[in-house]
């Protein structure tokens, strides 16, 4: 039984496969930056479906925001080992995944644009970094958690446009002492930040909110994907996440504007990560 994961801060995707069949559900995001191994094994622990594949599992691929270094890679490995005790584990970051999914073994350059934002040139071996991704506060560029900063601050000072503002307020009843309390007291800050996506997407259209997600789209392109185009000029660029999904229309037009090719856009790897592992095991 093959059990793989593609997780970030906000959710796990699970994918369960067996000979005959593909199961897919949800739980929270395992992120070892924002999450203890305790609340990890929280999560985990709590879901019915993991707890009745917990001695079946042969194999576990997991591909995780926040796993971009050995020590957190050994982290979550040693948290899901726990749980699935019969099988071997395989830990890497979810860039490696949207990589593979997306691409293969062919070259590309891979964004990854969802709660935290991400890239990398894939040389159909290694992955190359030249920028790092810095996380909320310090980067994220063009992620659903840096547009709820800026959808949420303007919120709050009462800088949205009337319509955004009283919608704003009847969707979600928010006041600053709820808010404050969310990013600053929380251990799931980024989270709660990216899940204004749906308003976001909700508004695409209306200029105030296309204006906004050009503007971070712009600060991504220009502060990660241009590292890339200058060094592998046209090599289409492919991206994962809802953010990019949703929001592919103005994405694509701010690429195009730059010359930059547009390859897949996913929404979620895991399936096309499934027939990618499949294929290897069976070489």
């Not at 890239?119 to 994220?140: H, S």
């Not at 659903?144 to 009283?166: E, T, W």
Request: include cysteine; glycine fraction near 8%; proline fraction near 3%.
């Amino acid at each position: 039984m093959l059990l793989i994961a593609d997780s970030g801060s906000t959710k796990t995707t699970w994918l369960l496969v067996n000979s005959s069949s593909r199961e897919e559900w949800q739980t929270e995001g395992l992120n070892p930056v924002s999450l203890s191994p305790e609340s990890m094994i929280r999560i985990i622990a709590s879901n019915q479906r993991l707890n009745g594949i917990a001695n079946d599992v042969q194999t576990l691929y997991f591909y995780g925001a926040g796993c971009n270094g050995k020590s957190r890679c050994i982290t979550v490995a040693s948290v899901l080992q726990m749980h699935f005790m019969n099988a071997t584990i395989r830990v890497d970051s979810d860039l490696k995944g949207a990589v593979l999914a997306v691409t293969g073994n062919q070259k590309g350059i891979i964004g990854i644009l969802g709660t935290g934002s991400n890239a990398c040139y894939w040389d159909g071996n290694n992955i190359i970094q030249y920028t790092p991704a810095l996380g909320y506060i310090l980067g994220d560029e063009g992620s659903g958690s840096k547009l709820g900063i800026h959808l949420i601050r303007n919120f709050l000072y009462r800088k949205l446009p009337i319509s955004l503002q009283a919608d704003m307020q009847m969707t979600y009843q928010l006041d600053k002492d709820m808010v404050i309390d969310q990013v600053y007291q929380q251990e799931q800050a980024k989270s709660y930040l990216a899940s204004f996506t749906p308003f976001i997407v909700k508004h695409k259209d209306h200029p105030f909110i296309k204006n906004m997600v050009r503007q971070h789209f712009e600060s991504f392109i220009d502060n990660h994907i241009a590292a890339y185009i200058q060094q592998y000029p046209q090599t289409p660029v492919h991206f994962v996440g809802s953010v990019a999904y949703f929001l592919e229309e103005v994405l694509s037009e701010l690429l195009q504007k730059k010359g930059i090719l547009v390859g897949n856009i996913l929404r979620n790897p895991t399936a096309a990560l499934a027939d990618y592992i499949i294929a290897k095991e069976k070489e």
